[in-house]
């Protein structure tokens, strides 16, 4: 019995290079603990990016397949990140960072939030920066986050998940089956086109019916789409501005947290 397509969509937020594919008040209820997901594309300008903002509950999985962005967080991070690596920064009880895109680059990324579940909401904040020659995987797939057919990423998920980067070639079928604990699943085509039964195009978000079975996936020509798969999160979400928690008072305080961050880092005068 194939497993049926719950809707799909193309987003509703669009501001500048950013779509807005999922967020935690509509899609993300659904599908998480995936939560938000933005997809980036387009060429910026001198200084597009995102500047110094907060995060708290939640971890922020930063993948860009061409372009990238120099990085700064208060973990004390600062990297220059390219084309096919990955940022983690599992935010816990409050972490800033920011992000410039290369100029003129011709960008395609997706940032990525995760719920955590109360162990670590409420930890010390820790972010992960890889390499793409440090990345998991094989000629099919790469594994992101989570493990599959034997590859394990080298980032320790928060939560029973899977975030998989998968290529297709030209005339080419992979079929993906998730764990039996696994009730959720999604993708989202960045490159090429779906064909056969599950056609789908660049910046289209599937989001199937909840469930285990496997999905097969087809190209004429070829494709390139993320996918995620996970134990749906059993908590209900409560939701701040860039910060979602478990509960009122894990976000309050993680809220206190934020602002002592904050003001540190006006006395270190990064804000400046």
């Not at 070639?169 to 039996?180: A, I, L, Q, R, V």
Request: net charge negative; glycine share 12%.
């Amino acid at each position: 019995m194939k497993r049926a397509i719950e809707y799909r969509t193309k987003g509703k937020g669009h501001h500048g290079m950013i779509t807005n594919l999922v967020g935690p008040s509509g899609i993300g209820q659904d599908i998480k603990p995936f939560i938000f997901l933005d997809y980036i594309h387009g060429v910026p300008s001198q200084g597009a990016g995102f500047g110094w903002h907060p995060h708290s509950g939640i971890a922020t999985f930063t993948y860009y397949i061409e372009g990238g962005s120099d990085l700064e967080e208060s973990t004390g991070n600062k990297v220059s990140f390219r084309a096919g690596d990955i940022e983690y920064l599992q935010a816990g009880s409050g972490a800033w960072h920011k992000g410039i895109l290369l100029k003129d680059q011709p960008t395609i990324g997706f940032q990525l939030w995760i719920c955590l579940p109360p162990e670590l909401e409420t930890a010390d904040a820790k972010s992960i920066y890889l390499t793409t020659d440090h990345i998991i995987g094989n000629d099919r797939f790469k594994v992101l986050l989570g493990e599959h057919e034997g590859l394990k990423s080298k980032i320790e998920s928060p939560n029973d998940m899977n975030y998989l980067d998968v290529n297709l070639g030209p005339n080419e079928k992979w079929t993906y089956t998730p764990p039996e604990s696994h009730d959720v699943l999604w993708m989202v085509v960045y490159e090429g086109k779906l064909s056969g039964d599950l056609l789908a195009s660049v910046g289209e978000l599937i989001v199937f019916q909840e469930g285990s079975q496997p999905v097969e996936f087809s190209s004429e020509h070829s494709a390139s789409f993320l996918l995620g798969s996970a134990k749906k999160f059993e908590y209900d979400l409560v939701i701040g501005r860039g910060s979602i928690h478990t509960s009122k008072y894990t976000l309050l305080t993680s809220q206190i947290k934020i602002n002592k961050t904050y003001a540190e880092l006006v006395k270190k005068g990064v804000f400046e």
